[in-house]
């Protein structure tokens, strides 16, 4: 602080009892740094939380139409290692029992390969299935937590901007109604003045 606030603010200083504070402009230099305050620790959760919703979005959209999203998880799906090893021992043993049986190559040895292979292939089709499912919805669930995060950073940030519109609208009226109340002393002191001279030169 200069010499010149130090004095200006002081007792000694002769204008000091005609001088008026502006507690509205003083409150508003701390109010108005509030809302970039509370913008650089929410905007990132705010911002997240937007592009989480407009995941969501997409995602839930998918599931409207439910076949096509299985048939989208399913693209990529090939026989497992431990699937094609099991079916390959499979067909090894089937082939050493119908051989021994003498009915290698027949409608019966193939019907029976082909119904064995075929529940390996189910089994391990719904096991990636299950498991593409449990990947995703641990996805939903992450974008679900920010798209959560997101909107509460939005709602404390609502509430700061908010309180601090109500906090200078309630400076302004304090300010107004002493500065009238100023007017009116003022008005009443020369009233009183004027009063006085005039039964003075009665």
């Known amino acids: 602080m200069s010499f010149w606030d130090s004095f200006k603010n002081s007792p000694v200083n002769p204008l000091y009892m005609y001088q008026r504070d502006d507690p509205q402009a003083d409150a508003n230099k701390y109010l108005n ?4 305050i509370g913008k650089q620790y929410f905007n990132p959760f705010i911002e997240r939380g937007k592009a989480a919703g407009d995941t969501l979005e997409g995602q839930y959209g998918k599931l409207l139409n439910p076949s096509s999203f299985i048939d989208d998880l399913m693209k990529n799906y090939s026989l497992s290692k431990g ?5 390959d021992q499979l067909g ?9 049986g003498g009915f290698a190559g027949t409608p019966e040895h193939q019907r029976e390969y082909g119904e064995m292979a075929d529940n ?3 089994r391990d089709m719904q096991q990636y299935l299950q498991n593409a499912l449990g990947v995703y919805n641990t996805g939903l669930s992450g974008e679900q937590g920010f798209y959560g995060t997101g909107f509460d950073a939005s709602s404390a940030l609502a509430d700061i901007l908010g309180g601090q519109k109500s906090s200078q609208a309630g ?3 304090q300010a107004g109604t002493q500065r009238n109340t100023d007017r009116q002393a003022l008005f009443n ?6 009063a006085q001279g005039a039964g003075a030169g009665a």
Not at 33 to 36: A, F, T, V
Not at 83 to 87: F, K
Not at 189 to 194: H, P
């Open 33 to 36: 740094q509030i809302p970039d």
């Open 92 to 100: 090894k043993g089937i082939g050493a029992t119908a051989a021994a």
């Open 83 to 87: 699937a094609t090893y099991e079916r």
């Open 120 to 122: 390996i292939m189910s």
């Open 189 to 194: 002191a020369i009233a009183k003045i004027f």
């Open 171 to 173: 400076l302004a009226f």
